[in-house]
Nanobody, 115 residues
Framework: QVQLVESGGGLVQPGGSLRLSCVAS????????MGWYRQAPGKQRELVVA???????NYADSTKGRFTISRDNAKKMVDLQMNRLKPEDTAVYYC?????????WGQGTQVTVSS
């Protein structure tokens, strides 16, 4: 069974922080690059940051210096630490392989940055 479960979203003021977590099943996680994606209302889903199975990372320009991705291969988890959040970071955040396995998406977790 393929499973992706995201959590940790919420409402935060501009400049605040959130930490998102994703628990994945073996099939979709082990040995693959993983990524965090986001989809804002009316926009296409975009890749925020990716991490290879060995830990190399690739950040979207809009998140460099503010977001940090990490993964725990033993626990099959991928975390996203988001600092200095901006209103434009508001979106539903998803994790998946990179490139994504489009057949399988989790429910996502809503991040809202607003004062």
């Amino acid at each position: 069974q393929v499973q992706l479960v995201e959590s940790g979203g919420g409402l935060v003021q501009p400049g605040g922080s959130l930490r998102l977590s994703c628990v994945a099943s073996e099939t979709i996680f082990s040995g693959f690059a993983m990524g965090w994606y986001r989809q804002a209302p009316g926009k296409q889903r975009e890749l925020v940051v990716a991490i290879t199975s060995g830990g190399s990372t690739n950040y979207a320009d809009s998140t460099k210096g503010r977001f940090t991705i990490s993964r725990d291969n033993a626990k099959k988890m991928v975390d996203l630490q988001m600092n200095r959040l901006k209103p434009e970071d508001t979106a539903v955040y998803y994790c998946n392989r990179n490139p994504p396995w489009d057949k399988y998406w989790g429910q996502g977790t809503q991040v809202t940055v607003s004062s």
